[in-house]
């Protein structure tokens, strides 16, 4: 009941210390979880593989890896996979496929479309289990639709429960957990939601989109009362009676708390991935209507458009719920026809991909932005608008590139602040650093870090504020046009640098005085970066520091 780690970290940590630190790291699964686990996705109506307990033979069969293997104990399970010749698929389906291969299917056209339903009960399941390891590669996908039908419904088959009910308590994992969320540990109440989303957010934001809140709802609901006390007794007792007996009453007691605040952290999901919900398009010519004449609402549909009056996806976003909508398109010559009249303050995004496409705008405000840099693209429309042209490059999942970048939602993170110098001595402090995420933004769209220090040789503290935003995202929100920007604190303001170089000086006398707060927009300037979800711009840097008297300075030139 072991694992090897090495096929998680590089090559050369194998035979070292950090190897170790991480083989250590496997005992904080649940040796025996996925046996609990199967019952449970049972009940919950969930396909799903059945493992099984037991000592792997002292057979010649075995041949070299005998003596490694011969007598060792060990969980088994179906590997479900496509069917070749006259085999029979997994549990009666007719074809079952990884997710590189479904990926494949369903951006060609919408014939190929996921059981949103069925994905998202199978994603209930999993926060029910604490299960927070749930990547690409912990999925199969099964159909019971012929190759030659009109659509094919492909339904989730989740693998691999070795981090159900995982116990990552301690020093260490609490520290890492930091910087890696998606290590939690199984308690009877449930972490953030964000950490059970996090190895998971690629499949969430791409296959969930389409539900609104009521879905989410009902299902949550619907798994919440199939999770029976008997269901989890039985599930429990599952384990073999010496594990049982350490924590299998403990385990009951948790997942019996767990499943009656179920609901809790299913809204917590549906709201985080609302927030800036990704709507993706398929490589076929396609109709995509955005809709905002409905008061508070925003209704986005797509269709195929031989088929523009049977919409295969339609979304009703709300306001106050969803801030930004990516409208993500493919390959197809592409139709996009955003209008409407109602002021929603939800920001419409609409990304171009390599046919000719039309897009058609006939609504004036200012938060519909278009970009396209391949094929022969048309805006048109009684509020026609520049069409951003900047070329990006598409991310692309490998093994050794898995962790998509980040374009949604904030973080919070400690940081340590140190420094040496002569005058100074030692200066050591800390604090902690706020991000917001953005779509097209290089690493993120706004970062404040707060921090205070303490000169050991001085003997003297200092307290610093360094916040930097994205200057796209700092013209929409604030509707800048090459104005300078104003900072004020609750009491003083010391001098302010525009956001194009030009520096004015606020307050009394037209310089920063002595303890006042002193605020700078810079002009930092980095290579661009390219990336699907992050367009290259220009950032500006705004620092912040309480400091002596500020002289100003001319602007170059």
């Given at each position: 009941m072991d694992k090897d780690p090495t096929a998680a970290h590089e090559i050369i940590f194998v035979g070292t210390v950090i190897n170790d630190v991480v083989q250590d790291g496997i005992s904080a699964a649940h040796p025996y979880g996925a046996l609990v686990a199967a019952p449970l996705l049972e009940a919950a109506g969930v396909l799903h593989v059945d493992p099984v307990l037991r000592v792997m033979p002292d057979a010649p069969a075995l041949g070299d890896f005998?003596?490694?293997?011969?007598?060792?104990?060990?969980?088994?399970?179906e590997r479900p996979d496509e069917n070749e010749g006259d085999r029979t698929a997994f549990e009666g389906t007719v074809r079952v496929i990884a997710y590189d291969r479904l990926t494949a299917r369903t951006e060609e056209g919408p014939a190929d479309r996921v059981d949103a339903r069925a994905f998202l009960t199978a994603r209930v399941v999993d926060i029910f289990l604490g299960d927070w390891d749930r990547h690409r590669r912990q999925w199969r996908w099964a159909t019971y639709d012929e190759d030659d039908d009109d659509s094919r419904s492909w339904l989730p088959v989740p693998t691999d429960?070795?981090?159900?009910?995982?116990?990552?308590?301690?020093?260490?994992?609490?520290?890492?957990?930091?910087?890696?969320?998606?290590?939690?540990?199984?308690?009877?109440?449930?972490?953030?939601?964000?950490?059970?989303?996090?190895?998971?957010?690629?499949?969430?934001?791409?296959?969930?989109a389409g539900l609104e809140r009521s879905v989410w709802d009902s299902i949550a609901v619907s798994v919440q009362a199939s999770l029976t006390d008997d269901v989890i007794e039985e599930a429990v007792s599952r384990l073999p009676p010496e594990i049982f007996a350490i924590n299998g009453q403990e385990l009951i007691d948790a997942l019996k708390t767990r499943r009656d605040d179920l609901t809790s952290p299913v809204e917590d999901l549906y709201e985080l991935i609302a927030e800036d919900t990704d709507i993706f398009a398929t490589d076929a010519s396609e109709l995509v209507v955005v809709d905002r004449n409905e008061p508070g609402f925003v209704t986005v549909s797509l269709a195929d458009s031989e088929s523009a009056a049977a919409p295969y996806l339609q979304r009703r976003l709300m306001a106050g719920e969803t801030k930004e909508i990516r409208i993500c398109m493919g390959g197809g010559d592409d139709r996009v026809l955003?209008?409407?009249?109602?002021?929603?303050?939800?920001?419409?995004?609409?990304?171009?991909?390599?046919?000719?496409?039309?897009?058609?705008?006939?609504?004036?405000?200012d938060d519909v932005t278009l970009h396209d840099s391949q094929g022969n693209n048309i805006v048109s429309g009684s509020a026609a608008r520049s069409l951003d042209t900047k070329e990006f490059d598409q991310w692309v999942w490998s093994q050794n590139d898995r962790d998509q970048p980040r374009d949604w939602g904030d973080a919070t993170k400690p940081i340590f602040w140190s420094t040496y110098s002569s005058d100074l001595g030692f200066f050591l402090g800390g604090g902690f650093r706020r991000e917001r995420y953005g779509c097209r933004t290089e690493a993120y769209s706004r970062r404040i870090d707060y921090k205070v220090g303490f000169s050991i040789l001085d003997k003297k503290g200092r307290a610093d504020i360094d916040g930097r935003a994205q200057l796209l995202r700092l013209r929409k929100q604030h509707h800048l046009d090459r104005q300078p920007v104003v900072l004020q604190s609750r009491s003083t303001i010391g001098c302010v640098r525009g956001l194009f170089g030009e520096e004015r000086a606020l307050g009394p006398g037209g310089?920063?005085?002595?303890?006042?707060?002193?605020?700078?927009?810079?002009?930092?300037?980095?290579?661009?970066?390219?990336?699907?979800?992050?367009?290259?711009?220009?950032r500006r840097r705004l620092r912040a520091g309480r400091g002596h008297r500020q002289p100003r300075v001319r602007s170059p030139g």
């Open positions: 005998r003596a490694e293997f011969a007598g060792m104990l060990g969980l088994i399970e429960r070795d981090q159900a009910f995982a116990k990552f308590d301690g020093l260490l994992p609490s520290l890492i957990s930091i910087y890696m969320p998606q290590f939690v540990e199984f308690k009877p109440d449930y972490p953030n939601i964000r950490r059970l989303h996090w190895n998971s957010r690629a499949q969430d934001r791409r296959f969930l955003i209008h409407g009249d109602d002021d929603t303050n939800i920001e419409i995004r609409v990304v171009g991909g390599p046919g000719d496409d039309v897009f058609e705008v006939n609504d004036s405000r310089r920063g005085r002595p303890g006042r707060l002193l605020v700078k927009y810079v002009r930092e300037r980095r290579p661009a970066l390219r990336h699907p979800s992050r367009l290259p711009v220009r």
